[in-house]
């Protein structure tokens, strides 16, 4: 994985991909590549996505081949225990070391139909549990008035959390159109968008979150997306990848 500058999160959303085993030599490969504690103190931080299947064998081969991977979810039951089929709490991820999680990604949003109490739920029980939530917004459609239409899905959101809730969210921008297709946003547009982010979020609700960005985010782009003010990228295709 490509080593971005402190204090950058690069966060690695493995989406439907990846089995145990997979992981399981993935994280032996990125052993050989990044030598014990390399990657520590240098403020950035990596950290990897795969599907709940693969977390524990994420959990405890990354601890012991010495390998500085954070973890995270790609997502949680709103609801803390029980009659809930095919659900993972917050206290179950936190047990296997999750230090993040997503919320509201665009492929869950609409695969799941997930409503406003849902993802509200989501990122409570995940603070509730120390973990942070990756609140995922963006807009469908490439130009219009999209951003609004990102800034509102965050203001869904954090309107319904405490101030000491909101202090503990992340932001991903990530427009719909940018996702699984040839090309990112414009520098230009995702520097706009994480501002109107920003300014919105203030002045609604006294908060600063740290955004991201994803959306076609790989090793050839990467490079022209730094300095835009971000605190890192949520990368999907491109993470699969023991080279990137
Ligand atoms: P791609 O990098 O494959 O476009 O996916 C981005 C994404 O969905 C990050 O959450």
């Given at each position: 994985m490509a080593q971005p500058c402190a204090p950058w999160l690069l966060a690695a959303n493995w989406k439907m991909n990846m089995d145990h085993l997979q992981t399981l030599e993935f994280i032996r490969e990125l052993s050989v590549l990044l030598p014990r504690g390399e990657g520590e103190g240098g403020g950035a931080e990596m950290a990897i996505f795969p599907p709940f299947t693969s977390l524990r064998t994420a959990q405890v081969f990354s601890a012991s081949y010495g390998?500085?991977?954070?973890?995270?979810?790609?997502?949680?039951?709103?609801?803390?225990?029980?009659?809930?089929?095919?659900?993972?709490?917050?206290?179950?991820?936190?047990?296997?070391?999750?230090?993040?999680?997503?919320?509201?990604?665009?492929?869950?949003?609409?695969?799941?139909?997930?409503?406003?109490?849902?993802?509200?739920?989501?990122?409570?029980?995940?603070?509730?549990?120390?973990?942070?939530?990756i609140l995922c917004v963006g807009e469908k459609e490439k130009g219009g008035e999209g951003i609004g239409e990102a800034c509102r899905q965050?203001?869904?959101?954090?309107?319904?959390?405490?101030?000491?809730?909101?202090?503990?969210?992340?932001?991903?921008?990530?427009?719909?159109?940018?996702?699984?297709?040839?090309?990112?946003?414009?520098?230009?547009?995702?520097?706009?968008?994480?501002?109107?982010?920003?300014?919105?979020?203030?002045?609604?609700?006294?908060?600063?979150?740290?955004i991201l960005y994803g959306g076609s985010v790989n090793e050839g782009n990467i490079e022209s997306l730094k300095g835009l003010g971000l605190g890192g990228f949520l990368v999907g295709r491109a993470s699969l990848r023991i080279s990137f």
């Open positions: 390998v500085p991977l954070s973890l995270g979810a790609q997502d949680v039951s709103p609801h803390s225990s029980g009659a809930f089929t095919g659900e993972v709490s917050a206290s179950m991820l936190e047990r296997l070391g999750c230090r993040y999680v997503l919320v509201g990604h665009s492929e869950s949003r609409k695969n799941h139909h997930e409503t406003k109490e849902e993802l509200v739920g989501k990122a409570k029980n995940s603070i509730a549990s120390r973990m942070t939530p965050a203001e869904e959101v954090f309107c319904d959390l405490s101030p000491e809730e909101r202090a503990k969210v992340i932001v991903s921008y990530e427009p719909v159109w940018a996702i699984g297709s040839s090309t990112t946003a414009s520098p230009e547009r995702i520097s706009d968008a994480a501002c109107a982010l920003k300014a919105d979020l203030l002045e609604k609700f006294g908060a600063s979150p740290r």
